[in-house]
């Protein structure tokens, strides 16, 4: 062997060894790998909160060598749900996991992601998301889609109704349906959800919203009526930092977005996962006794379109400039 050739292969096998790239060697994904950090809308342990672990660990699960997510912890107990996709946006945490009812404060529009009256999908064909998704992005967010619901929502209560009518009521409320009850009369107070159980047994409130799946067991004990018909969708939306998500490659991009729309294609009422889920929350809570108040005729009507109307006049009015065009995307 020449010196000239036996001096360029002797640097050359330095060059590999260093870089890691021989004897045991490292794959360019491993070498890839990135670690974000996530934080969720609802406390860790919470019901709400498991479909985001398991979007994590799905990810997590199949992105090894490629990415990963971090999940430092849950609202209340690193601040305020309502401020969580704030600090995100923000660039405090990378990926966030929450309702719409707390990015409100981010883009007035969000509670449309709630009005739905098409399915998902086709809320995507006819640009739906999309629209949101632009006024997501103008706030340094990045929305990736729904990754779970927990079907309508309903007003529970500790005594029965004979109509929609809720005057003489105090009711602890989510921004989600504040304006609805509202309007049926309601007095409201906002509270978190580890509050709830205390309000109603010691009488503070008499009732609040919640939805039909994601139940938490307790409440049984405290809660006497389900009000149907259900209203509105309780959805849980993925959603990373702007500057995140375009500094991640098209590897990781697809990841979590291939992921997140495969949950997506499964929630949704009247998929079989859902229907499982309320059919055994279902016999749960009549095992504890609890009943259930049927609107019907015009006392139903009545009860869906304060539902509707009360929910875009809200938007609208804080939104002028898209709310009207949001509606005709998300309504019939």
Same mark, same amino acid.
């Given at each position: 062997?020449?010196?000239?050739?036996?001096?360029?292969?002797? +640097?050359?096998?330095?060059?590999?060894?260093?870089?890691?790239?021989?004897?045991?060697?490292?794959?360019?994904? $491993?070498?890839?790998?990135?670690?974000?950090?996530?934080?969720?809308?609802?406390? $860790?342990?919470?019901?709400? /909160?498991?479909?985001?672990?398991?979007?994590?660990?799905?990810?997590?699960?199949?992105?090894?060598? =490629?990415?990963?997510?971090?999940?430092?912890?849950?609202?209340?107990?690193?601040?305020?749900?309502? /401020?969580? /996709?704030?600090? +995100?946006?923000?660039?405090?945490?990378?990926?966030?996991?929450?309702?719409?009812?707390?990015?409100?404060?981010?883009?007035?529009?969000?509670?449309?992601?709630?009005?739905?009256?098409?399915? #998902?999908?086709?809320?995507?064909?006819?640009?739906?998301?999309?629209?949101?998704?632009?006024?997501?992005?103008?706030?340094?967010?990045?929305? +990736?889609?729904?990754?779970? *619901?927990?079907?309508?929502?309903?007003?529970?209560?500790?005594?029965?109704?004979?109509?929609?009518?809720?005057?003489?009521?105090?009711?602890?409320?989510?921004? +989600?349906?504040?304006?609805?009850?509202?309007?049926?009369?309601? /007095? =409201?107070?906002?509270?978190?959800?580890?509050?709830?159980?205390?309000? $109603?047994?010691?009488? *503070?409130?008499?009732?609040?919203?919640?939805?039909?799946?994601?139940?938490?067991?307790?409440?049984?004990?405290?809660?006497?009526?389900?009000? !149907?018909?259900?209203?509105?969708?309780?959805?849980?939306?993925?959603?990373?930092?702007?500057?995140? #998500?375009?500094?991640?490659?098209?590897?990781?991009?697809?990841?979590?977005?291939?992921?997140?729309?495969?949950?997506?294609?499964?929630?949704?009422?009247?998929?079989?996962?859902?229907?499982?889920? $309320?059919?055994?929350?279902?016999?749960?809570?009549?095992?504890?006794?609890?009943?259930?108040?049927?609107?019907?005729?015009?006392?139903?009507?009545?009860?869906?379109?304060?539902?509707?109307?009360?929910?875009?006049?809200? =938007?609208? !009015?804080?939104?002028?400039?898209?709310?009207?065009?949001?509606?005709?995307?998300?309504?019939?």
């Amino acid at each position: 062997m020449a010196l000239g050739t036996k001096l360029l292969f002797t +640097v050359a096998a330095a060059g590999l060894a260093a870089a890691g790239l021989s004897g045991h060697a490292t794959s360019p994904a $491993m070498a890839a790998e990135k670690t974000i950090n996530g934080a969720s809308c609802f406390p $860790m342990g919470h019901p709400v /909160t498991k479909p985001y672990q398991d979007v994590l660990a799905e990810i997590n699960k199949r992105g090894k060598g =490629v990415l990963q997510v971090k999940l430092v912890g849950g609202a209340p107990a690193i601040g305020s749900p309502f /401020t969580l /996709t704030q600090k +995100v946006a923000r660039g405090a945490y990378d990926i966030v996991g929450c309702t719409e009812a707390y990015f409100g404060n981010v883009i007035p529009e969000a509670p449309v992601l709630r009005f739905g009256e098409h399915s #998902w999908s086709d809320l995507r064909k006819n640009g739906a998301i999309g629209y949101v998704s632009k006024l997501l992005d103008e706030k340094n967010l990045h929305y +990736v889609g729904r990754y779970w *619901t927990f079907g309508p929502f309903h007003l529970w209560l500790k005594n029965p109704i004979s109509k929609p009518d809720l005057k003489g009521l105090n009711l602890r409320v989510a921004p +989600v349906y504040t304006a609805f009850f509202k309007a049926l009369g309601a /007095t =409201v107070q906002q509270a978190s959800t580890s509050q709830v159980y205390t309000l $109603m047994e010691n009488g *503070t409130v008499q009732g609040y919203g919640w939805p039909a799946a994601g139940w938490v067991p307790p409440w049984a004990k405290v809660t006497g009526y389900r009000v !149907d018909p259900g209203f509105y969708d309780a959805s849980l939306h993925l959603l990373l930092n702007k500057s995140t #998500w375009n500094g991640l490659s098209k590897a990781q991009r697809d990841l979590i977005s291939n992921i997140t729309y495969e949950f997506e294609a499964k929630a949704g009422i009247g998929t079989a996962k859902l229907t499982a889920i $309320m059919k055994a929350q279902d016999a749960f809570r009549a095992k504890a006794g609890m009943k259930i108040i049927t609107f019907k005729g015009a006392d139903r009507k009545k009860y869906l379109d304060t539902a509707r109307e009360a929910g875009w006049k809200e =938007v609208i !009015d804080r939104s002028p400039k898209h709310g009207p065009a949001l509606k005709k995307l998300f309504t019939k």
